[in-house]
T-cell receptor
Framework: GQSLEQPSEVTAVEGAIVQINCTYQ??????LSWYQQHDGGAPTFLSY????GLEETGRFSSFLSRSDSYGYLLLQELQMKDSASYFC????????????FGDGTTLTVKP | NAGVTQTPKFRILKIGQSMTLQCAQD?????MYWYRQDPGMGLKLIYY???????DKGEVPNGYNVSRSTTEDFPLRLELAAPSQTSVYFC?????????????FGPGTRLTVL
């Protein structure tokens, strides 16, 4: 099976940098994905790490270490609009499309 | 491209009623998913499909049924609605390749069972 753990809440101030961690126990996976969800909205894709290392997309970066069963999402130059929930997710290659999400981290950005 | 569409957006059901949540995508994606999200919680996989005619159970399939007769459509059927099925339901799709894993989500259906 697949299980992913994330901190439930993180708080940071505008302009700061915040890291949201995701540790996982899986029997294998294609890669680690990150999604953002604003209150009342649908999840939207942010980033995907197929290989170990850092992927950068503007203010957002994501990191994966398969040997440590660990990944993180790094948000830089925080803005108020970054206040949202963030989810890590994996798909199981031994079970075709089966997808598992973490329980999510609620990020609150304060002025 | 409309992406992933879901209908209805909101629905109130009485206990024991049935309904079908509609989901359609126009991106020719093979993989489609149904999730439920309870308040303050993560996404729980109900059912998924890797192509037309192929469906499989996810983490929380009890009380639900699905079908996938075409690539585009993936309806979710609730039989004998119960208060425990009050939730927000999201449909999603992806191409299914291993080099990318972007799931595209519909806007969701907010269901209340009273």
């Amino acid at each position: 099976g697949q299980s992913l753990e994330q901190p439930s809440e993180v708080t940071a101030v505008e302009g700061a940098i915040v890291q949201i961690n995701c540790t996982y126990q899986t029997s294998g996976f294609y890669g680690l994905s990150w999604y953002q969800q604003h209150d009342g909205g649908a999840p939207t894709f942010l980033s995907y790490n197929a290989l170990d290392g850092l992927e950068e997309t503007g203010r957002f970066s994501s990191f994966l270490s398969r040997s440590d069963s660990y990944g993180y999402l790094l948000l830089q130059e925080l803005q108020m609009k970054d206040s949202a929930s963030y989810f890590c997710a994996v798909r199981d290659p031994t079970n075709a499309g089966k997808s598992t999400f973490g329980d999510g981290t609620t990020l609150t950005v304060k002025p | 491209n409309a992406g992933v569409t879901q209908t209805p957006k909101f629905r109130i059901l009485k206990i024991g009623q049935s309904m079908t949540l509609q989901c359609a995508q126009d991106m020719n994606h093979n993989y489609m998913y149904w999730y439920r999200q309870d308040p303050g919680m993560g996404l729980k996989l109900i059912y998924y499909s890797v192509g037309a005619g192929i469906t499989d159970k996810g983490e929380v399939p009890n009380g639900y049924n699905v079908s996938r007769s075409t690539t585009e459509d993936f309806p979710l059927r609730l039989e004998l609605a119960a208060p425990s099925q009050t939730s927000v339901y999201f449909c999603a799709s992806t191409s299914g390749g291993s080099s990318t894993d972007t799931q595209y989500f519909g806007p969701g259906t907010r269901l209340t069972v009273l």
